[in-house]
């Protein structure tokens, strides 16, 4: 069975290789973007015929979002043109699609749990157009998986995580914001869920929410990350207006999982019991 990884260098793509690894699931074959290049139809053509995946995952993404709201083509070229794509394709070969998608999806200026029948409104070029993704899919092909996820982070690539421990040897003060609220995802238990349904070649299609248990604000998780990682840093807490950014953040964007753990029969961790492993780690490959 092959399993074609788009974005297969990314932070999720090396998570999944990880995970691969470790289950002995065999078959995945990671793309980065000239290889698997989800904007040319001729050559996903090609990559189809030559495998015959039984499953694409489909972590590519155009993810800066501030850099977003500038460049507006260019996110929705990745975001929802290359999604229709590789949704197209996948129907034709009969092929099953699992896509990864955002809480960006939201407002989030509610406190309360999101659930995947909830309104969406986007509020930045991101979100907006990871939601056109969405709609394409679920236009275009039955035989998907679309993972909603938030606040990704691991060992791997750029994340928060890292950005936090790397600021701590640099700096013994930080300001960070307080008045944004979501769950903070250890991207190896995305992928954990992920490989669960190929698998467990799982029928239950349809469009899901996936983060790690509890709520945290990125002060909180800062806060978590230095506790864990015995880093002395006095941390001052920002509201969103005094540090703006290009692109608008939704300030209470937490996922009710309900669905996936009924449906896929998954046990969720709670996110700073998932940060002290993603530490460990990091700890050790130091």
């Not at 995946?53 to 996110?75: F, L, R």
């Not at 309900?258 to 993603?278: F, N, T, V």
Request: hydrophobic content about 40%; some cysteine; overall charge negative.
């Amino acid at each position: 069975m092959n399993i074609l990884v788009f974005g297969g260098t990314g932070q999720l793509g090396q998570c999944l290789r990880k995970v691969a690894n470790s289950l002995g699931v065999e078959g995945l074959i990671y793309l980065d973007k000239h290889q698997g290049n989800i904007l040319d139809i001729v050559s996903l053509d090609s990559l189809f015929k030559t495998y015959q995946p039984s499953y694409i995952i489909n972590c590519a993404a155009y993810t800066a979002v501030d850099k977003a709201e500038d460049e507006i083509t260019s996110s929705r070229e990745l975001n929802n043109h290359g999604v229709a794509n590789l949704a197209h394709v996948c129907k034709q070969f009969g092929t099953i699609l699992i896509h990864i998608s955002t809480d960006f999806v939201f407002k989030g200026n509610v406190p309360t749990l999101l659930n995947e029948t909830d309104l969406t409104e986007p509020i930045n070029v991101y979100g907006l157009t990871k939601l056109e993704g969405e709609h394409a899919i679920a236009t275009i092909i039955e035989h998907h998986f679309i993972l909603r996820t938030s606040w990704l982070y691991s060992e791997f690539a750029s994340n928060f995580v890292k950005t936090m421990i790397r600021l701590s040897n640099e700096r013994k003060e930080l300001g960070v914001i307080i008045d944004q609220i979501g769950s903070p995802t250890y991207a190896i238990d995305l992928a954990e869920v992920i490989l669960n349904i190929v698998v467990n070649q799982s029928k239950e299609y349809g469009l899901y929410h996936y983060s790690n248990e509890g709520v945290a604000s990125w002060f909180d998780f800062a806060k978590a990350i230095f506790e864990l990682s015995s880093k002395e840093v006095y941390l001052k807490p920002l509201k969103t207006c005094e540090y703006p950014t290009k692109a608008l953040r939704p300030a209470y964007s937490v996922l009710d999982k309900s669905k996936i753990k009924e449906k896929l029969h998954i046990k969720i961790p709670y996110w700073r019991d998932s940060l002290a492993r993603c530490i460990e780690n990091l700890k050790q490959n130091i």
